[in-house]
């Protein structure tokens, strides 16, 4: 087929689904109103930690209107969304680990019903010694919170060294060495969890749900139920916001399905946004340690990353997530050698996993902040020392993670040249001052969280005489404009205009799987199921068509609707017509398109966790005022420019940078996910402080400062027409620029997320008592790492395998954790 | 979604009739004015009334008048409706300040005068769903026997959290109470104690029927507010001054009035004692201050640490003392509070 | 004990039975079945159930259904005009001011309210006018400007 320019990818547009969006007709899960329907309300665990004694339901079972009450026994299977942590019960078995825990679900007629059934359910518990923090978790092997996992209750620990750090410290200049915290935040998605569950009249289960990912919901209802995926349909609603929230299976999308499976009837529940924050899977509370060894010209030598991490109370993502905090250092900035140790423990708090940026957020903001540290001592502008030590396109990592293109130098050009960066500098008055932060992010895990061969992205193409292109595929509309990524896509290769395809998303009846909206995968994997599909479909109709037309193939045009020799368009015909001649030629049309990342370098355990088909890069600059008399931030701007390869929509990109630095930006200033515990003596509760979105505080409109955005466009041959991810990178710079940029305005290092006026006014304090000018976490506590695993750098001539793993190095095969 | 509790909807058209309607249950009885603090309250179960006696279409209680002498304002009168009136603006420009710092645009549009001045006392350990309290064994204040927030404490530590009632009482406001056994006037100070848990002195029968601002000639006032966020929160320190000054620049009168540091909003008499008579100096200003701050304790019951909200108590009188004296610090303002115009 | 009344709903009398303790957002949502109003937290702190009561923006989740006997209400369903989208929605869909969407309703019918007071608000004016309505995906920028962009056509169809 001719090449020609690009039509509709890379201008701004409205999104497909935008007219749905802002008329009130988008249905939300909760929006689904089906005949007959009932009503589930679940009871929650007023205890930490406990084991489950009893549970009467008798009296709830006996009030008229209600239908069904469930207990932990009416579904004993575990689940979970990794396969090495199957450690949650859609209802709680034998123990309870959190306030908020599920214990029984009550079905009714109404809401309200379901609602005061609760109260008549008694439980009877036997407390169980609580485990409020990681201090706690390590220094407490007994009670276990979960009786799996590495150790007591450390529920995965992990070492793994790159190239010889004691040797890169030798060669170094100077060695930082500095400890970060990062509290536990998280999503806070407008929309609470809603689902709806029903039986087909052939007698199938369909469960609607506000889902992400909604092939794994598929795979736990199936587990937990015992039933055949195939009587087992899964629709993802579009979501009111989920940021990674809603990328588990949760127990009451389980537990509606059982539901409807013994009442016959429709089952909906919406979570109350009290129980989402129970839900959590947000970002987890991380302590870290960085040393760092540098050269004087800034050169990074070798660099030790030690985290530990507070997981809450059940696996959740965690592994992924441990490995998280170590996998991505290397990927911005050149390292010769590189250990990280990590290590997650268990609590009795709601349990943590994925938010925005997922587990790379908090190590990027040591790392970030201790780079400014550097560039101090070493008397480098922290610009000019990233750019040095920027890393090469197409470097294979001391970790073995492949990068293809990497902007970030443009990157931190622009926001430098943007913001004045060279005139405000350590050069605006006292009180104010800028920060400058980099970072990189996934375009989509390079594998899947089940270890398996298949596709991570699939398309389907219809096309028929009517000139109407359908593309099938499972992604999930969280809100980031997936949809729109697939019909552009389609509708690019095919020449066509974006109102003559439609989609079906989210369906696992109906669209091929796509794993989930998660780590940025969704536009560069179905994007490129989608080119494959379309291509395919083009080659298809082309034959019959250039036939007919009597050219040469490779000389049709597929633009505007029409297809016609690149010589002479006015003897083509419209794309409908080019249909009903190929239609006649081969008989129905339809078309394929799958998308599998290419196999990481990584052959290391553990080394699943990083790899990606490309990275995007982030650099933002923040200008800040600081009231030294109260410690209050104003933020004056915010410079960002992100590396996405390509902008397939402009608008919708524009909108996921903004709204990452909005996010990040909250995540900086005040969201906290924070945790009271009252005496021992008198309670020893462990509550969530303010489990209400008045009290979790978030950006309101009057909070959000202008940001001025550019993005660097230079298409990454791995990514749809060039694209790369947008929707988690921008978030990561925001913390440590707004650190960085607080440093430059009054000399007071906050060495903690959130930061706060408090903060900083203590920092002021220690500075004007002849302290160190600093706010954060005092020390690392000794964590019982295990065994590093060795594995020589690239440049070392390692292969990829660790050295000393002897399960590893018999299998050759790389598998995910 | 969270829902209400069934209950007695009540909806009277007089005064006379509201007030009979509250004679008759008072105790398991609520005043329903905007609802913006009530229902949430009874959707967590923190509030359980049996009846609620709308205001809505009492429109005596609606009406905003201004005399001669004073300004005055119904009871049910909307804060919008005070955030957009002139007088508000000209004459008790603290209120002014307060009100349109109250919650949101669309509570504004809801929530009633009235219904500030007696909002429910706030704390962490109260305003949470029956659930949650049930996981602390509850509180003194709903149907437990502990205080959370300071465990030996004897009373309930909640904190009052209007905004409209310490820039009254800088305005010298009084409130009028009305039952069916008859009326009577407060000034604004007298309506509160400093307890959580009875923090009105307002009887479980009466109204609360209407606010009076005496108008006084050259008088500034002004109402800083100390929150996380511009728009949402509740206090975590509100300081109100008014200040009349002579040809001279001398204070005539001048009173300060703290919100959200106890039970109860707080006068600061010494403010008026050390004022008059004086020129507004940083020095003056500076020893107001202090004074405010000994009398500010707040507690750990709300965000911010109570340390720093203590400590911006200084900051805020400052702040306060010398916009009126005519400093010019409107950057302050909205930095301080993204108040914007 | 369920008694009649009367909403006024987008132009339509809508006569429903309802008990007290129903909320505007659960009359509309569950009986009207105009699910189109959102909600976020049934407290007052979210804005996304914002509707207008008159000319006032309110939320349906801290106002008695009852209390809204025989008044007219405005929800999101009520903004197109006909098959045509309203200026703001229209605005909202092209820059790019709703991503989720979700609390899209809350936030066209609060702007709706500001554009009919003040055809011409400043920046300043649409931050305020737009605090009590949290947006968790879009970071408020390109709502800000979708707003002022329908104001500018709103402003044309007048002339």
Redesign the interface.
């Known amino acids: 087929m001719s090449q020609r320019p690009l039509h509709i990818i890379g201008k701004a547009r409205?999104?497909v689904?935008?007219?749905?969006?802002?008329?009130?007709?988008?249905?939300?899960a909760?929006?689904l109103?089906l005949p007959r329907m009932l009503f589930c309300r679940l009871l929650?665990s007023?205890?930490p930690h406990a084991r489950i004694v009893s549970i009467d339901v008798s009296r709830a079972q006996a009030l008229p209107g209600v239908h069904l009450v469930l207990t932990g026994a009416d579904l004993p299977t575990t689940f979970g969304i990794l396969p090495v942590s199957q450690d949650e019960h859609a209802l709680c078995l034998d123990k309870v680990r959190f306030?908020g825990d599920p214990v029984a679900a009550v079905i009714a007629q109404t809401?309200?019903l379901a609602?005061e059934a609760l109260a008549l359910i008694n439980v009877k518990y036997e407390p169980l010694t609580t485990i409020a923090s990681p201090e706690e978790a390590l220094a407490q092997s007994e009670p276990r919170i979960h009786d799996y996992g590495d150790s007591g209750n450390i529920h995965k620990s992990v070492a793994m060294s790159f190239g010889s750090v004691e040797q890169g410290f030798a060669e170094a200049d100077h060695i930082f060495d500095d400890t970060f915290s990062y509290a536990g935040n998280t999503?806070?998605?407008?929309?609470?969890h809603a689902a709806v569950a029903a039986l087909d009249p052939d007698g199938k289960l369909t469960i609607w749900s506000s889902t992400q990912t909604p092939h794994y919901v598929h795979r736990s209802i199936a587990k937990v139920l015992a039933l055949p995926p195939s009587r087992v349909r899964v629709i993802a609603t579009?979501?009111?916001?989920?940021?990674g929230g809603k990328t588990d299976p949760f127990n009451h999308e389980i537990v509606i399905c059982k539901a409807a499976l013994v009442t016959g009837r429709p089952v909906k529940i919406?979570l109350?946004?009290?129980e989402v924050f129970y839900c959590h899977r947000g970002r987890h509370p991380v302590l870290m340690r960085l040393r760092c060894g540098v050269k004087q010209d800034g050169t990074l030598t070798a660099l030790h990353l030690q985290t530990l991490l507070d997981g809450g109370a059940y696996g959740s993502y965690g592994v992924a997530s441990t490995f998280y905090t170590g996998a991505l250092q290397t990927v911005t900035y050149h390292l010769p050698s590189y250990r990280f140790e990590g290590c997650r423990v268990f609590t009795n708090k709601p349990p943590c996993g994925p938010k925005r940026g997922h587990g790379t957020v908090q190590p990027r903001f040591g790392q970030e902040v201790q780079l400014d540290k550097i560039a101090v001592a070493l008397g480098l502008d922290p610009a000019e020392l990233r750019l040095r030590i920027v890393e090469k396109p197409g470097a294979l990592t001391a970790n073995f993670l492949k990068i293809r293109t990497i902007g970030l130098a443009e990157c931190i050009r622009s926001v430098v040249r943007r913001s004045g960066w060279a005139d405000k500098h350590r050069k605006l008055p006292y009180g104010r001052g800028v920060g400058i932060a980099c970072s990189s992010y996934l375009s989509g895990a390079g594998m899947p969280i089940y270890y398996n061969d298949m596709a991570h992205s699939g398309v389907q193409l219809k096309l028929d005489r009517s000139g109407l292109v359908t593309a099938f595929c499972g992604a999930a509309e969280?809100?980031?404009?997936s949809d729109d990524v697939l019909c552009a896509s389609v509708a690019e290769v095919l020449g066509v205009e974006i109102a003559d395809v439609k989609v079906v998303t989210g369906d696992t009846d109906l669209s091929p799987v796509d794993l989930g909206s998660y780590s940025s995968r969704v536009t560069l994997m179905m994007g490129n199921a989608a080119i494959q599909a379309a291509e395919r479909a083009r080659e298809l109709v082309a034959g019959p068509v250039a036939a007919k037309l009597g050219v040469p193939v490779e000389q049709l045009v597929f633009s505007h609707g029409r297809v016609f020799p690149a010589a002479a368009p006015e003897t083509g015909m419209s794309f409908r017509e080019a249909v009903i001649i190929a239609e006649a030629v081969h008989g129905t049309l339809g078309t394929t398109g799958s998308y599998k990342p290419p196999k990481p370098a990584a052959l290391f355990k553990g080394g699943g966790v990083g790899p990606s088909p490309t990275y995007s890069y982030t650099a933002a600059v923040i200008e800040v005022?600081v009231?030294p008399?109260?410690?209050?931030l104003?933020i004056e701007k915010i410079w960002i420019a992100h590396d996405i390869g390509r902008a397939l929509n402009p608008?919708?990109t524009?909108?996921q940078v903004?709204?990452?630095?909005?996010?990040g930006l909250g995540e900086a200033l005040?969201e906290e996910q924070a945790f009271?515990r009252?005496?021992p003596k008198?309670?020893g509760?462990l509550?969530?402080?303010?489990?209400?979105?008045?009290?979790y505080?978030?950006?309101?409109?009057?909070?959000?400062p202008?940001?001025d955005t550019e993005l660097i466009e230079d298409p990454d041959p791995s990514g749809p027409f060039g694209g790369k991810e947008v929707g988690q990178g921008p978030l990561l710079p925001i913390m440590p620029a707004l650190a960085n940029a607080i440093f430059d305005a009054v000399g007071v290092r906050i060495d903690e997320v959130p930061i706060?006026?408090?903060k900083i006014?203590k920092g002021l304090a220690n500075l004007q008592a002849g302290k160190p000018a600093r706010v954060g976490p005092k020390g690392f506590p000794t964590v019982p790492y295990p065994e590093p695993l060795q594995v020589p750098t690239p440049w070392q001539g390692g292969d990829g395998r660790a050295v000393n793993d002897a399960v590893r190095s018999k299998d050759k095969r790389a598998k995910n954790v | 979604m969270l829902r209400l509790p069934n209950f007695t909807l009540l909806q009277p058209q007089t005064l006379s009739e509201a007030l009979a309607l509250l004679a008759v249950d008072p105790h398991n009885t609520a005043i329903l004015a905007g609802g913006t603090d009530l229902l949430p309250n009874m959707k967590r179960r923190q509030q359980t009334p049996r009846r609620l006696i709308s205001l809505r279409h009492v429109s005596e209680l609606h009406k905003l008048a201004v005399s001669d002498a004073e300004i005055r304002i119904g009871g049910a009168v909307r804060l919008r409706a005070i955030e957009d009136a002139p007088i508000i603006a000209e004459e008790a420009l603290a209120l002014r300040q307060a009100v349109s710092q109250i919650a949101t645009v669309h509570i504004r549009g809801t929530a009633t005068l009235g219904g500030n001045l007696c909002l429910d006392t706030r704390c962490d350990y109260y305003n949470q769903s029956e659930p949650w309290r049930q996981a602390i064994g509850y509180c003194k204040k709903k149907d437990g026997d502990i205080c959370w927030v300071a465990t030996s404490s004897p009373r309930c530590l909640a904190v009052s959290s209007t905004d409209a009632a310490p820039a009254l009482m800088a305005l010298d406001a009084k409130v009028q109470l009305r039952s069916v056994r008859g009326d009577r006037e407060l000034s604004l100070s007298d309506l509160y104690h400093n307890d959580g848990i009875h923090y009105l002195t307002k009887r479980p029968d009466e109204l609360l029927t209407q606010v009076r601002i005496p108008r006084r000639p050259g008088l500034r006032s002004a109402y800083w507010k100390l929150r996380r966020r511009g728009a949402f929160d509740f206090p975590l320190l509100g300081v109100a001054v008014a200040v009349q000054l002579d040809e001279e620049g001398l204070v005539r009168d001048a009173r300060l009035a703290l919100g959200a540091v106890s039970s109860q909003p707080i006068l600061v008499e010494e403010a008026g004692k050390r004022l008059i008579g004086q020129e507004l100096t940083n020095d003056q200003i500076d020893e107001v201050a202090d004074a405010a701050y000994s009398l500010a304790k707040p507690m750990d019951h709300a965000d911010m640490s109570l340390s720093y909200r203590k400590g911006m108590v200084r900051s805020l009188v400052r702040s306060a003392l010398r916009e009126v004296r005519g400093d010019d610090i409107a950057a302050d303002r909205q930095r301080l509070m993204r108040m914007l115009g | 004990m369920k008694q009649p009344i009367s909403l006024i709903v987008n132009g339509e009398r809508h006569d429903t039975l309802c008990t007290p303790n129903l909320t505007l957002l659960e009359v509309l949502r569950e009986n009207l079945q105009l699910t189109g109003t959102k909600h976020g937290c049934e407290l007052g702190e979210c804005g996304a159930c914002a509707v207008l009561l008159g000319e006032e923006p309110v939320l349906s989740c801290l106002v008695l259904a009852m209390e809204c006997d025989g008044l007219p209400i405005t929800t999101v369903e009520g903004m197109k005009r006909g098959a045509e989208l309203h200026p703001l929605q229209a605005a909202f869909a092209d820059h790019g001011a709703a991503q989720c969407g979700y609390c899209t309703p809350g936030i066209l019918v609060t702007a709706k309210a500001l554009l009919d007071r003040n055809p011409s608000p400043t920046r300043t004016e649409v931050r305020e006018a737009l605090s009590g309505n949290l947006c968790r995906c879009t970071g408020y920028l390109q709502i800000f400007e979708a707003v002022e962009a329908a104001a500018g056509i709103l402003r044309e169809e007048k002339q």
């Open positions: 409205r999104r689904d935008g007219r749905a969006k802002v008329s009130g007709e988008t249905r939300f909760d929006d109103i929650r007023p205890l306030v809401e309200l609602e999503h806070l998605p407008l929309e609470t579009p979501q009111g916001g989920g940021f919406c109350s946004r009290e969280v809100g980031q404009g005022e009231d008399d109260t410690g209050w104003h608008t919708l524009r909108g903004e709204g990452s630095v909005y996010m005040m009271r009252l005496p008198l309670s509760a509550v969530h402080r303010t489990p209400s979105i008045l009290e505080k978030s950006l309101t409109s009057l909070e959000m202008d940001i706060t006026p408090e006014l």
